[in-house]
């Protein structure tokens, strides 16, 4: 038999020794607990987005297989088309309703209106030129007159015909025997009545 030495016989000193041993075991379980935790976490992570990706592919072949259609595709095809042709209406239409707006806005020289020209100019005033422009809704006269009361008293008649909205003159200039006068008349809006 083995002899047994002084220090195997020292019980507390095994026990000691045994309870320092199970200590480090455990300190080694705990050490251990947390690593395992975060396998856990990102393998349950990893599991999700994984899920998370099938679903986003299966939507993407659910897309793709909608796409290449054929009967789909053809049916884009007319809606491309059927909007261009919305667009080029909706431009035409917008067109329009600019040049009918400015008629409408814009007064128009009428037979009437040329007629009342006329009244006010009388026997002593000429219509050398009468220039219409439809889109300003404007009229340019160029008018003479022999007497140096005729041109002032033309303008006065003609501010009190309602269809004027404003007229203009910068004064007259003296010939060797008439008074030429430039007018600008800016008409009344019609509102897109003739």
């Known amino acids: 038999m083995k002899k047994l030495q002084p220090k195997e016989l020292n019980l507390l000193q095994r026990y000691y020794a045994k309870e320092l041993s199970v200590t480090k075991t455990h300190n080694n379980k705990l050490s251990l607990i947390f690593p395992i935790l975060m396998i856990i976490a990102f393998l349950s992570i990893s599991i999700v987005l994984y899920m998370q990706n099938k679903a986003v592919e299966q939507e993407l072949k659910q897309v793709n297989s909608y796409l290449q259609n054929p009967q789909n595709m053809q049916q884009q095809t007319e809606a491309q088309a059927l909007a261009a042709q919305l667009a080029t ?24 209106l040329y007629q009342k020209l006329l009244i006010a100019a009388g026997p002593n005033v000429k219509i050398l030129a009468l220039n219409y422009d439809g889109t300003a809704g404007s009229i340019s006269l160029s008018v003479s007159a022999k007497g ?39 008409l009344q809006p019609t509102g897109g009545k003739v």
Do not use: C
């Not at 209406?89 to 009437?112: C, M, P, V």
């Open 148 to 186: 140096v009361q005729e041109p002032p008293s033309f303008i006065e008649r003609l501010t009190r015909i309602a269809d004027f909205a404003k007229v203009n003159y910068n004064g007259y200039n003296q010939g060797e025997t008439e008074y030429q006068v430039e007018v600008e008349i800016q």
């Open 89 to 112: 209406l909706q431009q035409k239409t917008s067109i329009l309703d600019e040049q009918l707006q400015s008629n409408q806005a814009q007064g128009k020289l009428t037979f009437s």
